[in-house]
């Protein structure tokens, strides 16, 4: 027996298998668990040589961006600092309008900051282009953004995307962050969601 009980896990006990992955409307795994992490680590070294000498803040778009955040933010090798906004779209549950409402704002001024904007996934690019917009007229020092995954093809608007973790096809997801009606963002892969409703 180990310390921990956690018999017929993986090296780091990461492949243990996901209770919420039998649920009826989670579908094929589109971003493995191992996948994520081994990604996330390589985007990280590369966050650390290019921030060398001037750590960013990051800002973690929520709620979408909350389990991201926190695995990014370890991965990086520098004294970063965290925030994070909370933005709600006018469009229905999963299209995208464009008009964003500020539901949190920032608690700290951008000034002289170079700000990283960490965000779940890049669909129509809507809710990104305004949040550029919004935090470039704060006047940081420098802003780019980290996704994790950007929908292939979709995207209505030019943004510049300075870390990209994975492309994928378009249809809806969860997991790892991402929800269906604030349901499955604990799931611990990137899965294609199944429509179960009658
Ligand atoms: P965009 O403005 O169309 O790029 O949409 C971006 C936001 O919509 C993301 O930050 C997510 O919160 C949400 N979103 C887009 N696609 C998905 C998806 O497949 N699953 C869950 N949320 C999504
Ligand atoms: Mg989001």
Do not use: W
């Not at 018999?7 to 989670?26: H, I, N, T």
């Not at 926190?70 to 925030?83: F, M, Q, T």
């Not at 299209?95 to 920032?106: E, F, M, W």
């Not at 129509?124 to 007229?137: D, F, I, P, V, W």
């Amino acid at each position: 027996m180990t310390a921990h009980g956690d018999e017929g896990a993986g090296p780091g006990g990461r492949a243990r298998p996901d209770p919420l992955e039998d649920g009826p409307d989670v579908g094929r795994v589109i971003v493995s668990e191992g996948d994520l992490q081994a990604r996330i680590a390589e985007l990280g070294e590369r966050i650390t040589a290019d921030y060398r000498g001037r750590p960013p803040l990051l800002v973690g778009v929520l709620k979408g961006a909350f389990m991201f955040m926190s695995d990014l933010s370890r991965a990086i090798a520098l004294p970063v600092e965290v925030d994070f906004m909370a933005v709600s779209s006018y469009g229905s549950a999963t299209r995208t309008s464009g008009v964003v409402r500020i539901v949190k704002d920032l608690d700290v001024d951008l000034a002289d900051r170079h700000v990283l904007v960490v965000e779940d996934i890049v669909d129509s690019g809507l809710t990104l282009n305004y949040l550029q917009r919004y935090l470039l007229a704060r006047r940081p020092a420098s802003l780019e953004v980290c996704a994790l995954l950007v929908k292939d093809g979709q995207q209505r608007t030019e943004i510049e995307l300075r870390y990209v973790g994975f492309h994928i096809p378009a249809e809806f997801v969860v997991g790892y962050g991402l929800d269906v009606d604030e349901r499955l963002r604990n799931l611990r892969a990137i899965h294609a969601h199944t429509d179960v409703s009658p």
